[in-house]
């Protein structure tokens, strides 16, 4: 925790931009044939996934958080028509069919939807825990202290100098 | 002293009640005698519980005067008729305050001379031959054997033996130093310059003169010179010597003449001694010749409104008004008359060099004037008492001086000062005739002056008194009645003050430090450095217990829960040393309980444990880190606190994001699982 950046330093001080590009680049290039040899799937995925391409677009946040989060339900809500078009027919006519039925609109968007409640509500929730759990660490630190006051006296909490004077020797006549 | 150590609490406090003196003797304090009282103390009836058969009685010492305690057992072996005999001394506690007491044997017969301006029976020239010089013979030849000095040998301080006249005893000297209660009447010249208390041990020789006092007394039934106080029998003696001062003027018994001449010259070296006394009374007649009288001048010189015709006066006169002294010598009066009135160049550029010499070490011009008298008075009559601001003390008579002035809380300041400015060193090479005796004094007042310069715990005026009376009880206050002359006495005589109500603070002053440095030579000088008051209160508590724990240990005293107790309630300074709170606690209940059990040792032993100490730093040193790194921890807890945006951005957002991602990877495998094994 301590490691912890915050996220709008490490928004601008993120690096490699034209890298990011170039990575995306690569992916396009790779991803390209076999998206042209599972079309019907590309189709559906493409329209399906639309949620998580926004969250990554609207996410500054160099870790995208945000897409990981939405996109792992998205891919959970697209998941099964995929799955049922590989079964029973990998077609362009099954997955238009499946792209023209609201459930499957309702289902793939109802998962993304779900996602961003995550995204939004699962932090709160978290830091509310976190603050909790600091405040208590905090009585439990003072308890500490005062224990090491009891046990050690009041010097125990002094800085050097105040340590040296305290501990300083009368002016000796000898 | 041992004796003494152990009769410390004997007796019993104001009571009627006979107090004993260990398990030998009762002292009655319902029969006060004063025929006996002394000027040390008064005397009560005492009888023995041993044995003994013989009359005594018991001089209770006041403590004014500095008691005579290395001589006291020199003077127990002494058994003979002709001085009353000591039989035994000791410490008791009379009316609520400890006291030396010392049993004498009772004389059957009465006081000589009440007083010696009394009057009796002129003694027969055969009686004195026979029961006065021939017995006494014995007595002196005993105490010269013994090196002793008796000192007070007086018509006044002799008894008759038994009622019936035969023979006289001397009374008793223990009681004071030599010479103290003598009138200068039965002093030589030079000792009665002195003051009481500084006029030395002395010699035989002395006590021989006091007898030639004694038997003119005893021939003529009177005092001689009754009609004159001390100082005119001393200007008298002066001017025409002691002989023709006490004697002169009376009719000696023929036979008498030639002892009184011979024990009455001034000039020691002339003056008979045992032997020349041995070969009168065998019948050999010698012709004592009488000593020269001073040289007289030409003509006198004033000093104060005082003519004097030689050195001797001048140099008293000198001493009794040393302001007028000072303008003479300043002015060249005294070395005119030196070189012009009596003729004596060597003394005159003796008394310039003295001049010279006192002005050198500085000091304030008062000073230096007093400085000059003393050394000038010293040069013009050498054998003279040291005489500087009031007091007259020969070299081996300072001591018993410094122990009566701190005893009388008169002041001390001139005595060290004579020691300070060197003047016991100037008398001694001024001295005419080499005498041994000065070697060893020229080197110890070295090594006084070198103690008295130091200004450490243990040195001072304070340890010069204890070097010059090494059987001197210890005067600091808080011990003073108990009379301790060994460190033994003086931890029992602590651990017995330790109850008293109106104690010191601590049981250590200047006295107490001087003392044991001077009777407990094994102790290393720093212990007592640590003594000073401004020494660090640790520091001086592990001096002390170093220093009584030592002489505990190292004399197999017993037990000393009163002194351990007084020392342990000054030990919270050493207790606070440790940070460690409960440690604190477990120390002061440990020091309770070996205070009471009265092992100074072992109380050190709590406050000086290395092992302890460091463990204890160390502790202290984890303790701080660890309440250093509470503090950064909680300002980091506060700090994330007050930034909640920061968690849900952070942590939060993290959390969201792996809460997907194991759910959707869940119901991926569940998908996956669904649809290919259906």
């Known amino acids: 925790m301590s490691s912890r950046i915050d996220p709008r330093t490490r928004r601008a001080t993120k690096p490699g931009g034209s890298n990011s590009s170039g990575g995306m680049v690569t992916f396009l290039v790779l991803m390209t044939p076999a998206a042209l040899f599972a079309l019907p799937t590309t189709l559906l995925a493409v329209v399906g996934l639309i949620p998580t391409a926004v969250a990554y677009l609207v996410d500054r946040d160099p870790d995208k958080l945000a897409p990981i989060t939405v996109g792992a339900l998205n891919i959970c809500g697209i998941l099964p028509f995929v799955m049922g078009m590989w079964k029973h027919g990998h077609t362009m006519s099954e997955s238009l069919r499946l792209l023209g039925d609201p459930f499957t609109w309702l289902v793939i968007y109802g998962a993304a939807a779900l996602g961003w409640g995550f995204y939004f509500l699962v932090p709160p929730m978290i830091a509310n825990f976190e603050i909790m759990r600091a405040e208590s660490r905090i009585m439990a630190l003072h308890e500490a202290k005062r224990e090491l006051v009891v046990e050690w006296g009041p010097e125990v909490a002094f800085d050097d100098e105040e340590l040296a004077r305290k501990n300083k020797p009368p002016e000796s006549k000898s | ?678």
């Open chain 2, 1 to 678: 002293m041992a004796n003494e150590a152990s009769n410390i609490d004997a007796g019993r406090d104001g009571s009627r009640e006979p107090i004993k003196l260990g398990d030998r003797f009762e002292i009655l304090p319902t029969q006060p005698l004063p025929a006996f009282d002394g000027i040390a103390g008064t005397a009560y009836a005492a009888r023995a519980l041993r044995g003994r058969k013989a009359e005594c009685f018991a001089l209770i010492l006041s403590g004014a005067v500095p008691p005579r305690t290395e001589a006291l057992a020199g003077f127990t072996l002494i058994d003979n008729p002709g001085i009353m005999r000591l039989l035994d001394h000791g410490m008791v506690e009379w009316a609520q305050n400890h006291r030396q007491a010392l049993i004498f044997e009772r004389p059957l017969g009465r006081r000589l001379m009440t007083s010696l301006a009394a009057g009796f029976e002129p003694m027969p020239e055969d009686q004195i031959m026979r029961l006065v010089i021939q017995s006494m013979m014995p007595v002196f030849k005993e105490l010269s054997g013994r090196g002793l000095t008796h000192g007070g040998i007086r018509p006044n301080n002799m008894f008759l033996r038994d009622s019936g006249g035969g023979g006289l005893t001397v009374g008793e000297c223990a009681s004071t130093p030599p010479g103290y209660a003598q009138p200068a009447l039965f002093e030589g010249i030079e000792r009665a310059m002195a003051q009481p208390s500084g006029r030395g041990n002395g010699s035989i020789l002395d006590d021989l003169y006091a007898f030639g006092v004694t038997l003119v007394f005893l021939a003529l039934g009177r005092n001689p010179v009754q009609e004159m106080d001390d100082e005119t029998v001393l200007s008298v003696k002066i001017e025409r010597g002691s002989y023709a001062a006490i004697a002169g003027s009376s009719r000696i018994p023929q036979n008498l003449l030639e002892p009184v001449r011979g024990l009455l010259l001034d000039d020691p070296k002339q003056r008979w001694g045992l032997t020349q006394l041995d070969l009168w009374l065998s019948g050999r007649r010698l012709s004592p010749k009488l000593s020269p009288l001073p040289k007289r001048a030409s003509r006198p010189v004033k000093i104060g409104g005082h003519e004097v015709w030689h050195c001797r006066g001048l140099a008293r006169q000198m001493a009794l008004n040393p302001t007028a002294a000072t303008i003479s010598v300043e002015n060249g009066d005294i070395d005119r008359w030196l070189r012009r009135g009596i003729s004596d160049d060597v003394m005159a550029e003796a008394v310039a060099s003295a001049m010279e010499n006192a002005a050198l070490g500085g000091g304030k011009s008062s000073s230096v004037a007093d400085r000059m008298v003393a050394r000038v008075g010293m040069t013009l009559d050498p054998p003279a008492p040291i005489r500087y601001k009031g007091m007259a003390v020969m070299p081996d008579g300072l001591g018993v001086a410094l122990a009566e002035a701190f005893l009388r809380r008169e002041g001390v300041q001139p005595l060290a000062e004579m020691i300070a400015w060197q003047l016991p060193l100037f008398w001694a090479t001024i001295q005419t005739e080499t005498r041994p005796e000065l070697v060893p004094l020229v080197q110890s007042f070295d090594t006084l002056r070198g103690l008295l310069e130091k200004t450490g715990a243990a040195f001072g005026v304070e340890r010069v008194l204890y070097e010059m009376n090494p059987s001197l009880y210890c005067l600091s206050p808080i011990v003073i009645d108990y009379h301790a002359v060994t460190p033994p006495d003086l931890l029992l005589a602590l651990d017995l003050a330790a109850e008293a109500k109106d104690r010191s603070r601590e049981p250590m002053d200047r006295h107490l430090s001087a003392f044991l440095a001077n009777r407990h030579k094994r102790l290393e000088d720093s212990l007592f450095t640590q003594l000073a008051s401004g020494v660090d209160p640790l520091r001086r508590i592990t001096a002390l217990l170093s220093i009584f724990g030592d002489i505990q240990t190292r004399f197999g005293m017993p037990p000393l829960p009163g002194l351990s107790r007084w020392i342990g309630s000054l030990m919270e300074p050493t207790v606070a040393r440790f940070y460690n709170r409960p440690q604190r606690d477990a120390a002061r209940k440990a020091i309770e309980r070996v205070a009471s059990d009265g092992k100074l040792i072992d109380l050190l032993r709590i406050i000086d444990d290395p092992d302890a100490i460091k463990k204890d730093a160390l502790g202290f040193s984890a303790a701080r880190r660890e309440h250093k790194k509470a503090i950064q921890e909680i300002e980091k807890l506060k700090a994330k606190i007050a930034d909640p945006t920061g968690i849900i951005e952070t942590s939060g957002r993290q959390f969201a994001a792996v809460l997907s991602s194991v759910i959707g990877t869940l119901v991926t495998a569940g998908l996956c699982f669904f649809y290919l094994f259906r």
